[in-house]
Every structure is written in C-alpha cells, then in structure tokens.
C-alpha cells in the first residue's frame, strides 16, 4: 500500500504492507527529498523503497518544511525539524519489532536528536555529518537555490567525484531524479529550493548553542548505529569521523564499493540497499 498524508506543512509518502515487521524513516539531504534518493526509479524500473518494502520494510519518506511537497516555508533547526518528525511518528500506531531512522548527511544531526524521542530504536547514517567546527559559521541565508546543472557540476564533478577514478553514476540517474524534484512545491524554470537555515544548521547549530542538540545517553539503540561510508567518500570521510566515534564508539562502519558520497545514485547502490537491509531487519 502506498499513501500520502500532509501534516502541519510537511508531507510524508508511505509504502507499507500489512505483514511487514520494520519500519524505515528516510530524512532529506542538503536540498533533496528523500524521495530524490531512495524513491527514484532504477534501470530495472523498480525503487529503492520498493525493495525495501518487500524485504520486510515499511518506509516513510520525509518531507520536512520547505523540502519536497511540503506545503508551508519558514526558517527552522534540527530540534524544530525533530518536532516536524514527531508530529508524524505521533500518528503512527502500528507497532514494530525495529523502527530506523536514517540520516543522510546534514541531515545525520536530525536523525540523532529525534533518536531521544524514544520511537525510534535504529539510526542509520549515510555519509555521517557531526561536526563541531568554532571558526566562521556559515551566512544565514534564507534561501538555498540549486539546479541539475548546479548539482552535477559544482557538487558532483567538482566535489563528491573528485578522486573517483571514473563517474559510476546509474545510466539513468538525471531523467530519475528530475522526474522527483519536478513535484517539488517550490519547483519553478528548473530550479528548485529550501530553507537556508537549515541547509547550514549542520555547523551553525554547534557554533551558536555549544551543543549538538542530542544527549548520548538520552539515545537509547537497540543496535549500535551503522555508518555507510562510500569507497571514495571526500565529503564525510571515515577520517573525519572523529566526533562520531568518540560520541558513538560502538558505530558500525560499513563501505560502499567504486561509490562517493551518492552512493544510492551509483551502479553499485545494490550494496547500500543491501546493508540497510540487512541493519533494519537484524
């Protein structure tokens, strides 16, 4: 089953089937619905979710304020985005052996702070981004505007495949993902975007409250949290996962094969589908 819901301005797209056991929550990148990640259609025709759907998976994908159909667009945190989270878990009531949420990047902070709330057992983070940094912080935009031109040159090329010795982005990777940020909200002559605070929430949030938002010992996990980091990751690279460790020591590390920070865009995505997988329903 699959089905739509819109809540207090976010939106959220559910597959679901009535004999799945786990649940997986899918939270945005730094200007893309999970939708753009893990709801495109591959070359087989199928999607991420849906193979996450009949491994035993119920996902929910994550619209928050200003992102993907969201309907409202206001300035907002982690700890507001973690409130956006919970207004759905709240009218979740069917009950799971695990229930995962997964980080991805800048949004691996959100993902930690709603792991308090006490719904969630499970954090995945992909691309893991904890960072306390005390030089500058970032300019407080209002909004952050981008474009498959703009993603493909100034964050692919010239960032995420920088030591990749060939690009093993999927065939169809662009028509796919178009195809999602087309339905965006805020969609119009081929750009799209969202919240600029939030985009820079990821060093802003530590440099103006000296905190990251959670508490260690508030987050309790039925399984250490597992962290995929790709091959040729040069934008959260396992050495630069200090904080994460000493944080999380017990932080299960996992490597996507010839794959970057975009691993679920690459030929060998099977393999992050498949460690996802594998994690949701140990």
């Given at each position: 089953m699959i089905d739509e819901q819109y809540i207090n301005g976010t939106y959220f797209k559910r597959y679901s089937l009535t004999t799945n056991e786990h649940l997986l929550f899918l939270l945005t990148g730094q200007s893309i619905s999970p939708r753009g990640f893990w709801d495109f259609k591959l070359p087989e025709g199928k999607t991420h979710s849906e193979y996450f759907v009949e491994a035993g998976i119920d996902v929910v994908l994550f619209d928050p304020i200003?992102?993907?159909?969201?309907?409202?667009?206001?300035?907002?945190?982690?700890?507001?985005?973690?409130?956006?989270?919970?207004?759905?878990?709240?009218?979740?009531?069917?009950?799971?052996?695990?229930?995962?949420?997964?980080?991805?990047?800048?949004?691996?902070?959100?993902?930690?702070?709603?792991?308090?709330?006490?719904?969630?057992?499970?954090?995945?983070?992909?691309?893991?981004?904890?960072?306390?940094?005390?030089?500058?912080?970032?300019?407080?935009?209002?909004?952050?505007?981008?474009?498959?031109?703009?993603?493909?040159?100034?964050?692919?090329?010239?960032?995420?495949?920088?030591?990749?010795?060939?690009?093993?982005?999927?065939?169809?990777?662009?028509?796919?993902?178009?195809?999602?940020?087309?339905?965006?909200?805020?969609?119009?002559?081929?750009?799209?975007?969202?919240?600029?605070?939030?985009?820079?929430?990821?060093?802003?949030y530590w440099m103006e409250h000296k905190s990251n938002g959670f508490e260690v010992d508030k987050i309790s996990l039925i399984k250490p949290i597992l962290a995929i980091i790709s091959e040729y990751e040069v934008e959260t690279p396992i050495s630069e996962q200090g904080l994460l460790m000493s944080l999380f020591p017990d932080t299960q590390i996992v490597s996507v094969p010839n794959s970057t920070h975009f691993s679920m865009w690459e030929n060998d995505c099977a393999k992050t589908r498949e460690f996802i997988i594998q994690y949701c329903t140990e």
């Open positions: 200003g992102y993907g159909k969201s309907t409202a667009f206001y300035q907002y945190d982690r700890i507001d985005y973690t409130k956006q989270i919970k207004d759905v878990t709240d009218t979740i009531t069917k009950q799971y052996k695990s229930a995962t949420i997964l980080g991805y990047s800048s949004s691996s902070p959100v993902a930690l702070c709603s792991a308090q709330d006490g719904f969630f057992n499970k954090v995945i983070l992909v691309g893991p981004n904890i960072v306390n940094r005390t030089d500058d912080a970032l300019p407080n935009i209002d909004t952050f505007q981008t474009n498959i031109e703009m993603l493909k040159q100034k964050r692919l090329k010239e960032v995420s495949e920088r030591i990749i010795p060939k690009s093993n982005r999927l065939p169809n990777w662009e028509e796919s993902l178009i195809e999602i940020v087309k339905t965006n909200t805020r969609y119009e002559n081929g750009n799209w975007s969202v919240p600029g605070h939030i985009v820079n929430d990821r060093i802003n």
